[in-house]
């Protein structure tokens, strides 16, 4: 190239053997092309910053919407926790005052004031979550004490062995086969129809079924709590040692087998294998 105050001469050869060619380019046109270069150089650079800018910006947006997406997927499920524990807390809280009177189990004083507190008197979730854990706690307590005081009363005598009429009560009784002088009796004789069902007066495990001496046919019936019952003078027998019998479950039927006049239920309750008397157990108006 040959540089003069006009043009620069560019001199080439298109081949190895051919002439050499020389080519006259003015400054003006080198200066334009050079400004045209890198005016289209600083184009491009700066499309490519503003197209990366506007990449970023979108990645950011996206990032954005789908955070706000999460939050409000966040707060729905909050939102439905909170309405379903509050809805859980007040069945858990009925259930328990119920269960209270029922039981007899006082309720206590924190409870009534547990999901209370927050700022301004607002209630978190958190709090309702301790709340429900809390009465779910009292709940198990007082049902363990519940399920114990019915489990009790089921195995209390309660009732009568059979619908008749009482011939005889507890305690001393003159010698009702003659003879004179008196005895100790120790349960309720109960008069009825030959052959009618004896029921169990309370829930238990059958101890004893057969005959023993003067009761005839008896079964024991253990009911725990040191709580025991007899039926006597049975003429069938419908249970045999080891059956768990419900309240109301038939045990046999009445009969006058062993020491007895006439077909009738002795019925006895004991208390630690001591005779008490049965009209303890027993409603006179329901005989």
Known sequence: MIEDKRFYT??????AKSQLRKLNVPHNVIYAILGFAIV???????????LAQHAVLVARLNLIQDENRQLKERNQEAESKYD????????L????????VNSGVSRPDEVSR??????EGETTVSDIERATAALESELRQMKDVFDKNQIRLSSTPNGWPVRGYITDGFGMRGNPFGGGGSEVHAGLDIATNHGTAIESTADGIVIFAGPHGGYGNVVVVD????????YAH???IDVKV???VARGKKIGAVGSTGRSTAPHCHYEVRLHDRPVNPLNYVSVGRS
Do not use: C, E
């Open 10 to 15: 560019f001199v080439f050869a298109p081949t």
């Open 223 to 230: 009911h725990g709590y040191g709580l025991t019952t007899r």
């Open 40 to 50: 289209g150089l600083l184009t491009v650079s700066y499309g490519a910053y503003r």
């Open 93 to 100: 809280d009925t259930t328990q005052r119920k269960l209270a």
């Open 234 to 236: 049975m003429s069938g």
């Open 242 to 244: 080891g059956d768990h």
């Open 84 to 91: 379903l524990l509050q809805t859980r807390l007040a069945a």
């Open 114 to 119: 547990i999901g209370q507190g927050g700022p």
